[in-house]
């Protein structure tokens, strides 16, 4: 049996209709229909997808080898070459504009602001920028689970990174003004870190409901 006809024995087994599973696994009624009839194939994330919807397991929707299911296994294998290529790039680029913004901070302080406007830079880039964009940051890692566990060093991370952002400005350029050593103010650590704890449980937050959501439209 091909996996067109295999994933369509299983949707009608668990009596659903295309229209029902389409809104369960996120695609269009179409996109179902052209799965069904062999005009294209799903990719892995859908088939786990489908497995768990129409509650079969996934050797039995893959394993049958005739030609059509090794070309399918081929796909299959490149598909999921690309998803994990596109998660590591969406990863990187992530990391890379995080590490821009706060460059550019620091370029803006040193190269671009004007001394006498020192609490406005402060108030723009100390305690707006930077806090939003540990925020929104730590959302996106707890809402996609990038990292793994791994995620919670973005606490103790961006409450580094917090607390260098205002120390490699208005601490060094006080101490450079006064010929002293000043040190730097660890009381921003648990700000940066507070911030990165509230996006992370938010982001975590929203993939838990959603699951939830998707589990409830599979019953």
């Known amino acids: 049996m091909e996996i067109g006809a295999k994933i369509k024995n299983a949707r009608n087994n668990a009596c659903m209709t295309q229209e029902q599973a389409a809104?369960?696994?996120?695609?269009?009624?179409?996109?179902?229909?052209?799965?069904?009839?062999?005009?294209?194939?799903?990719?892995?994330?859908?088939?786990?997808?489908?497995?768990?919807?129409?509650s079969v397991s996934l050797d039995h929707l893959l394993k049958?080898?005739?030609?059509?299911?090794?070309?399918?296994?081929?796909?299959?294998?490149?598909?999921?070459?690309v998803?994990?290529?596109?998660?590591?790039?969406?990863?990187?680029?992530?990391?890379?504009?995080?590490?821009?913004?706060?460059?550019?901070?620091?370029?803006?302080?040193?190269?671009?602001?004007?001394?006498?406007?020192?609490?406005?830079?402060?108030?723009?880039?100390i305690w707006i920028l930077l806090p939003v964009t540990i925020f929104t940051v730590s959302l996106i890692i707890?809402?996609?689970?990038?990292?793994?566990?791994?995620?919670?060093?973005?606490v103790l991370i961006f409450g580094a990174a917090y607390t260098l952002a205002a120390y490699s400005t208005f601490s060094v350029e006080n101490g450079l003004m006064t010929h002293t050593v000043i040190w730097p103010d660890f009381t921003k650590l648990p700000i940066g870190a507070a911030?990165?704890?509230?996006?992370?449980?938010?982001?975590?937050?929203?993939?838990?409901?959603?699951?939830?959501?998707?589990?409830k439209n599979r019953t």
Do not use: C
């Open 23 to 54: 809104e369960a696994l996120g695609v269009s009624r179409q996109t179902v229909s052209n799965w069904e009839n062999e005009k294209s194939y799903p990719d892995i994330i859908s088939v786990v997808k489908m497995s768990d919807l129409y």
């Open 64 to 81: 049958e080898e005739t030609p059509m299911e090794k070309n399918y296994m081929d796909y299959l294998e490149e598909s999921t070459n």
């Open 83 to 125: 998803v994990k290529s596109k998660t590591r790039l969406s990863k990187l680029i992530l990391i890379l504009a995080t590490l821009g913004i706060w460059i550019i901070s620091l370029l803006v302080f040193w190269l671009l602001m004007d001394k006498s406007d020192a609490m406005g830079y402060s108030l723009i880039f």
């Open 142 to 154: 707890g809402k996609r689970d990038y990292f793994g566990k791994a995620k919670w060093l973005a």
């Open 195 to 215: 911030v990165s704890v509230a996006g992370l449980l938010i982001g975590i937050a929203a993939d838990r409901f959603s699951r939830k959501k998707s589990d």
